[in-house]
């Protein structure tokens, strides 16, 4: 995906983490760790404050974050049914 100061995504992500939203990164990946600070779109987003989450499918993903808005205090990585 092309990346400027002006088109993409980075600047809706920064417009949305000034208003308060809480972004996550997570991978579709089977193994591995993710490290979003070793990609340029990564690295920014790391500065805007997204967090990088856990290891996770992307359906365990969304249902974390419904539960993660839902109860403000439960931290994204904390495993709740053994999903982590």
Do not use: F
């Not at 979003?36 to 974050?65: F, H």
Request: charged share 15%; proline share 10%; aromatic share 6%.
């Amino acid at each position: 995906m092309p990346w400027s100061q002006q088109t993409g995504w980075i600047p809706w992500l920064r417009s949305q983490r000034k208003q308060g939203m809480c972004v996550y990164l997570t991978s579709q990946c089977e193994s591995g760790d993710l490290h979003p600070e070793l990609y340029k779109a990564g690295s920014v987003a790391l500065e805007l404050g997204v967090e990088s989450g856990p290891m996770m499918t992307p359906e365990c993903a969304v249902v974390k974050l419904m539960l993660c808005l839902a109860h403000p205090n439960l931290p994204l990585s904390q495993p709740l049914a053994g999903e982590l």
